[in-house]
């Protein structure tokens, strides 16, 4: 329900973002209103005879929406000083690459200042670069590693 909520919230508000304008709480009131009415309703109308008169209410239809979460580039920086080996094992370790791919990834940014490491929601992204934040720091390296929406 949850999600449900939030990604229609982020469906309506995706088009006024591209035009910088802040999400309103109002607007978020509406989707989780029509999210709830959604729940135990699935028609349009509803008219129940309450014993003192019918009552006719108006509930909003809600739409299913397959709207998916904004994905994020984890983009490997290229340095001078990071051991090619250490760069491979860390697209094993954090990106679950295979030797080869992991191999190839690695070569892309020696040769190209930087390169993609992986596709990711945002959470997921951000929890990646600080993985491989952490294991450069242990390490002592500069391996540097940035995220881009795609
Ligand atoms: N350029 C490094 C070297 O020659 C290797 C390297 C590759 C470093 C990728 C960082 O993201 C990187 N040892």
């Known amino acids: 329900m949850v999600n449900l ?3 229609e919230v982020w469906e309506e508000s995706r088009d006024e973002r591209k035009m910088d304008t802040k999400l309103q709480p109002q607007r978020i009131a509406q ?7 959604g729940d135990d309703d699935a028609g349009g109308g509803d008219s129940r005879n309450t014993g003192g008169g019918t009552v006719t209410e108006r509930r909003t239809k809600t739409r299913a929406k397959t709207a998916k979460p904004p994905l994020y580039k984890v ?3 290229n340095d001078d000083y990071t051991p090619m080996e250490f760069v491979v094992e860390v697209l094993k370790a954090v990106f679950h690459r295979q ?3 992991a191999t190839r990834i690695m ?3 020696h040769q190209n200042g ?5 596709v990711y929601p945002f959470e997921v992204a951000e929890t990646k670069v600080h993985s491989v934040e952490e294991l450069a720091r242990q390490a002592e390296y500069p391996l540097k590693c940035v995220m881009e929406k795609e």
Request: aromatic letters at 8%.
């Open 5 to 7: 909520i939030f990604y």
């Open 31 to 37: 989707a989780t209103l029509r999210a709830r009415v």
């Open 75 to 77: 983009i490997l920086l």
């Open 99 to 101: 030797h080869a791919e």
């Open 107 to 109: 070569l892309h940014v």
């Open 114 to 118: 930087m390169g993609v490491a992986g």
